[in-house]
Every structure is written in structure tokens, then in C-alpha cells.
């Protein structure tokens, strides 16, 4: 099985989600780091602390899709783990996602129970919509001693450590690429667990599989730019997969989403719709050739 990390100068973090990787039981782990541009001081540590892990550097940063890409191109295993450089998982996570993906062959793709860094809250068991029309974590900042502990089918994973069985990632790659390198970073794989539910695949969330997430490591630098990235994806994540006559339905909440999120970036959020809605046309064409777009918003529900 491949485990494929996307990294740019994830320093300490990194190596701490290397670590948990190579201390994974049950499964046979092939690790490769793609590394966009980070300091090569940073690559010379690989090397010499994590030898097994093979790493393919590029002098620039292609985002986390472009990477993402890069390494499930070179891999060619069935099953493909996406673990964020940020992440640390526990010795059994992988074990128990192959064995959710092995039980049921209608899984696209499985992930754990991602908690915060700490342990104490959850960070994501998935993601599902709201009325706004975002794509929000499952249980985020709940509990972590309250989350349930039977597996239950969730509207799409998180690529921060997420299991992908490579016949479903086949079937809707465009191209070489199964995310769309346009995305960059963020609503990369809401965009990809869309498209895999619109081909009729699904997901679970097996909460027995634990994870820890620092989170947003490498966007926390830019955070404009985070900003930025998360309400353009949002908007050609839902022009690509939701039929045009829900999205006009639901168009005033829509927008107060793209409003609130300005006001949580500060006074710098505030010339972010400016600079989104003018291309809003612009993206809808783009997105207008989509077939067999969903016409609700995904629910989780029980497994079964």
C-alpha cells in the first residue's frame, strides 16, 4: 500500500507524521513525500532519518492537489493513503481503513477519527454541507470521549488522512490528474469525494481508526491567501457538482457564507468578495459541460 505525503517545510510536524507511519502494524507501507519547494535542508533530513521514504521534489510549490497528484501518478498500489505532513496516526489506522475497504467494495474511500492536536476535541470524521452551501467537518470541536464509536457513512473524507481505493480514483481522473490542479489547496478533495459520490461511490468513517491533527500548518503563513483559496474553491466545487437550480434556490445563503468568512479574516477578509463574486460567471461557464450533478446537499447517514 502507498502512503503519499504532500509537503513544503513541514519541519517537526513532518517528521513526527513519518514516524507514525512507519510505525503502522498489519499493513505494508511504501511512504512517498512530494516535497514542493521546501528548504533543502528539510529534504537532506528525509534522507538521512527517514531513508525508506522515497521523495520526489519539485523547485516549485505545486499545492496540495498538483502534489497530491504527482503522487498517485508514481504509486501503484489499490489502496492510497493521503496523510496531510501534519498528521500522526495511530499504530492501527491504516490496518483498520484496509478493512473497511475490504469489507465493502461500494467504498470509494475510508478515513479515522481525526482529533486536534492535543486529543481532546474532534477535529473531522468526514465532512457533510450546511445551508450555506459549505463543506464543514463532521463533529468538529466536539468531545473527543463523546464520538460515536460504530462506523457510519459520511458524505465525503478528508484528505488529512484518508484511505482511497485506486479503482474509484481511476474512475473519475481527468486525464492524469484525479484532483483538479486548479484547486491548488483547499476544497481539493470536497471537489474529489463529490465527483466520487456522483459516480455512485461512498464513504465511511470508522472511528476506531485515531488520528491527530496539528492543522492547516501551511496555510496558517499566508492566511490571505487561505482565505482566499477556500471561498474561489468553494464556489467551483458547488458550480461543478450541484445542479444550477439548487444553487439558485439557496444563492442569498451563498453568499452570506462568502460575507461571514470576510468578517472572520479581519479587516483584509473584507476584499474578498470583491475579488470572488466578479468571477463567479466566469467559473459557472467553466463548470457548465457537468453531468449527473447532485440536486441536495449530502447527509451522512448510518452505515449500512
Request: overall charge positive.
Amino acid at each position: 500500500m502507498d502512503a503519499i505525503v504532500v509537503n513544503r517545510d513541514g519541519g517537526g510536524a513532518l517528521f513526527r507524521a513519518l514516524a507514525s507511519l512507519e510505525r503502522q502494524e498489519g499493513v505494508a507501507l511504501s511512504v512517498v513525500v512530494i516535497d514542493n519547494g521546501s528548504d533543502p535542508a528539510e529534504r537532506d533530513r528525509i534522507a538521512r532519518e527517514v531513508p525508506a521514504a522515497r521523495v520526489i521534489g519539485f523547485s516549485r510549490n505545486l499545492g496540495f492537489a498538483g502534489g497530491a497528484n504527482e503522487g498517485i501518478a508514481r504509486t501503484r498500489s489499490a489502496g492510497v493513503l493521503l496523510v496531510n505532513n501534519d498528521a500522526v496516526l495511530e499504530p492501527d489506522y491504516v490496518a483498520r481503513l484496509a478493512a473497511r475497504l475490504e469489507l465493502d467494495g461500494r467504498l470509494a474511500a475510508a478515513q479515522g477519527l481525526v482529533l486536534s492536536g492535543d486529543g481532546r476535541r474532534v477535529d473531522s470524521a468526514g465532512f457533510e454541507w450546511n445551508g450555506r452551501g459549505e463543506a464543514v467537518p463532521v463533529l468538529h470541536g466536539e468531545d473527543a470521549a463523546s464520538a460515536p464509536r460504530a462506523p457510519f457513512e459520511v458524505p465525503g473524507v478528508s484528505a488529512t488522512a484518508a484511505l482511497y481505493r485506486r479503482e474509484a480514483l481511476e474512475a473519475v481522473a481527468r486525464g492524469a490528474s484525479v484532483f483538479d490542479d486548479a484547486f491548488f489547496a483547499y476544497y481539493e478533495d470536497v471537489d474529489l469525494s463529490l465527483r466520487l459520490a456522483r459516480a455512485g461511490w461512498r464513504f465511511v468513517c470508522d472511528p476506531g481508526a485515531v488520528a491527530r491533527h496539528e492543522g492547516s500548518r501551511t496555510g496558517r503563513r499566508t492566511p490571505f491567501r487561505r482565505a482566499m483559496w477556500t471561498a474561489r474553491n468553494r464556489w467551483r466545487a458547488l458550480f461543478r457538482n450541484f445542479e444550477p437550480r439548487l444553487l439558485a434556490r439557496r444563492f442569498p445563503a451563498l453568499l452570506r457564507a462568502d460575507l461571514a468568512h470576510a468578517r472572520a479574516a479581519g479587516i483584509g477578509g473584507l476584499a474578498l468578495p470583491f475579488l470572488v463574486w466578479p468571477r463567479l460567471p466566469w467559473i459557472a461557464w467553466r463548470s457548465a459541460g457537468e453531468t449527473k450533478r447532485l440536486d441536495a446537499w449530502p447527509r451522512r447517514a448510518p452505515l449500512g
